[in-house]
């Protein structure tokens, strides 16, 4: 038998639940899907338990520079990795437990676990159930891209998901990808008293920042002894027993890194694959994201992708934004779309990133003249009565309008300095109207106004 719902939803990560609940209250019936675990890839393999590792990771790092700031400890500092792992595991657990129960209590929800596919435009089974509607979401996120590259079969290689599994610590990590999952690792297994190697392609780290960026970046890890192969292909691997051996091709030939483990961080691939999209005529692109305009719309009418799986942002901040988008325009008679959303992001090394709008290079192709603001956390006075003085902060400023385009905090508080930021590009406060406003001392964020005050035409 048929059931036929208002709307189905397949996915409970990011973007589902919040469209389950915003539909079920505006009196829709609503099918939510859910094959793995609730609250999908931020509440069980992502943001919640790498933050939590991060913040264990700066408790060792702290305890280890006590003396510094004229604290005693009781000698040499350790970390008992299952405790690490309990601590985040439990964190996850009552996240996935929370929007479990607030999915299942939703008055015109109807929870179904199981694996959906597409059987037509308008119908998904799920087990042995047929379920119908006019207006389906998919918001299935994605996982690891794993390669196919020789030898990838006889190694134990790691990922974002079973490296939240390992209860003893690695001797040698070795980090194939220099990505947000692979420099928060890394740091975070350095910290924690692993030898860490990252391999990368590229000859600079996250190659969408700008040189000073991705350089102080990658001192922040180098300065905790983090090594780096840049620019050096992953080609194959191999097991050399006790060690797996990373084969890497760069400028000067081939050779090998060897490492007790490896994890791969070499990007994302969309859980698009299982799905049916072929039954329903749902178009994807090359790499499998499903293809979506502007409204989240794909080319199907009514069936719409939310978050990772769109390829138009791979954060849980893109997938909830998304989640709004859809809902506005279903329910509140809304228009909204992504032609206007800004980019942002952090990236959680320690001291983190903030980012948000374009870098100074994207901001000089995109042919405005820029100005730019900026200040090494060196001369940030609470980064210095914090001990915490690595990184750089700048701002870059259209120099016609005065319209602030863009900024990057790397430093400490630097994920959260960064919001001033991002509310007054997004609301068009101009770089003259926000050196105005009065700041709190001693903060980060105090010497945003100052910085813009020193504003000067981009190299
Ligand atoms: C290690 C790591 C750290 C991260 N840290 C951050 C961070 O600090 N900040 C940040 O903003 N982002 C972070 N991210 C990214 C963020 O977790 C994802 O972008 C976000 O979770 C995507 O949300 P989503 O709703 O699109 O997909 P998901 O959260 O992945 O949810 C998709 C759900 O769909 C289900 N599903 C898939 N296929 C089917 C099917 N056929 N039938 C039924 N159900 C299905 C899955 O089981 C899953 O539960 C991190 C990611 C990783 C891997
Ligand atoms: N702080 C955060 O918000 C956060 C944290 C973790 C993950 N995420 C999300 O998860 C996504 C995926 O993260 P990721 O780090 O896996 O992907 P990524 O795309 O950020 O990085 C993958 C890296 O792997 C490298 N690479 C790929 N193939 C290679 C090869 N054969 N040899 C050597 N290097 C190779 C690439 O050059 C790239 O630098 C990110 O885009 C991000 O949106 C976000």
Redesign the pocket.
């Known amino acids: 038998m048929v059931q036929t719902f208002d709307a189905i939803i397949i996915g409970a990560g990011q973007a589902g639940p919040p469209l389950a609940a915003r539909l079920s209250d505006a009196g829709m019936t609503v099918a939510l899907i859910e094959r793995g675990l609730f609250g999908g890839t931020c509440v069980n393999t992502?943001c919640t338990p790498?933050k939590a590792l991060v913040a264990s990771a700066r408790v060792a790092f702290d305890a280890r520079r006590a003396a510094e700031f004229g604290v005693t400890t009781g000698g040499e500092v350790r970390v008992d990795l299952q405790a690490v792992q309990n601590r985040q595991r439990a964190m996850a657990a009552k996240s996935r437990r929370n929007v479990e129960a607030w999915i299942r209590g939703l008055a015109h929800c109807t929870v179904f676990q199981g694996h959906a596919s597409f059987t037509s435009q308008t119908e998904i089974k799920v087990d042995g159930a047929v379920l119908a509607s006019s207006r389906i979401f998919i918001n299935v996120g994605g996982r690891s891209r794993i390669?196919d590259l020789p030898g990838i079969n006889q190694v134990p290689y790691l990922t974002n998901s079973s490296i939240l599994q390992l209860d003893t610590l690695p001797r040698h990590l070795v980090i194939?990808?220099?990505?947000?999952?692979?420099l928060?690792f890394a740091q975070i297994f350095r910290r924690f008293g692993s030898a860490v190697t990252v391999?990368?392609?590229?000859s600079q780290l996250l190659g969408r920042e700008d040189k000073d960026i991705s350089s102080a970046v990658q001192g922040i890890l180098e300065a905790e002894d983090v090594a780096f192969r840049l620019g050096?292909?992953?080609i194959s691997f191999r097991q050399h027993e006790p060690q797996i051996c990373v084969g890497i091709a760069g400028e000067s030939g081939a050779s090998e890194v060897l490492g007790s483990h490896v994890l791969l961080?070499?990007?994302?691939q969309p859980n698009t694959d299982d799905l049916g999209l072929d039954r329903a005529g749902v178009a994807v692109d090359d790499r499998s994201f499903v293809v979506v305009n502007d409204r989240l719309e794909t080319n199907v009418p009514g069936i719409y992708a939310l978050g990772e799986c769109n390829g138009r942002g791979?954060?849980t901040h893109t997938a909830y934004n998304d989640f709004e988008i859809a809902a506005a325009n279903t329910l509140d008679g809304a228009d909204r779309n992504l032609a206007t959303r800004l980019p942002t992001?952090?990236?959680?090394i320690d001291p983190p990133l903030g980012r948000v709008g374009m870098t100074q290079s994207e901001a000089i192709k995109a042919g405005h003249r820029v100005l730019v603001g900026q200040r090494p956390m060196a001369r940030v006075g609470r980064a210095v009565e914090k001990g915490d003085t690595m990184g750089l902060m700048k701002v870059m400023v259209d120099a016609d309008t005065d319209l602030i385009l863009g900024a990057a905090i790397l430093g400490t508080c630097g994920d959260e300095a960064v919001h001033g930021l991002i509310g007054a590009i997004h609301a068009g406060v101009t770089a003259t109207d926000f050196q105005q406003a009065m700041p709190i001392h001693p903060t980060v964020s105090e010497l945003i106004p100052t910085i813009l005050g020193a504003r000067e035409p981009a190299a």
């Open positions: 992502g790498t390669p194939v990808g220099g990505g947000y999952i692979g928060e391999v990368d392609r590229k050096s292909e992953c961080a070499m990007g994302r791979s954060f992001y952090a990236l959680f």
